[in-house]
């Protein structure tokens, strides 16, 4: 069964960082991608990256201030987040689905994710 566990949320003022940990338990082969998603108070929630084999994608509201990264000897996936605004308070998860392709910027939606994490909050705050 596969599993995802997160760790790293937390309070952080504006122009801050935070790095953000998925550990990974169950897959059977390598053929997966694994993926970060948030949602905000109120709001949808939104696709930000995702890693696999085959490709990585950021959307375009964190490009530039945020990296995905894997450690496949763990394996976890990390989001590193820095330059962080006050906009980016959420409730962070990751997710992860079988198929290198759901990193492509026409198929990374969570509505087709297996797995998600249990979330982690992020509160970004003077």
């Known amino acids: 069964q596969v599993q995802l566990v997160e760790s790293g949320g937390g309070l952080v003022q504006p122009g801050g960082s935070l790095r953000l940990s998925c550990t990974v338990s169950?897959?059977?082969?390598?053929?997966?991608?694994i993926g970060w998603f948030r949602q905000a108070p109120g709001k949808g929630r939104e696709a930000l990256s995702c890693?696999?084999?085959?490709?990585?994608y950021y959307t375009d509201s964190v490009k530039g201030r945020f990296t995905i990264s894997r450690d496949n000897s763990k394996p976890t996936v990390y989001l590193q987040m820095d330059n962080l605004k006050p906009e980016d308070t959420a409730v962070y998860y990751c997710a992860a689905r079988h198929g290198g392709w759901w990193c492509g910027r026409d198929y990374y939606t969570g509505a087709i994710a297996e797995f998600w994490g249990q979330g982690s909050q992020v509160t970004v705050s003077s």
């Open positions: 890693i696999s084999d085959e490709s990585t």
């Open positions: 169950g897959f059977t082969s390598g053929d997966y991608a």
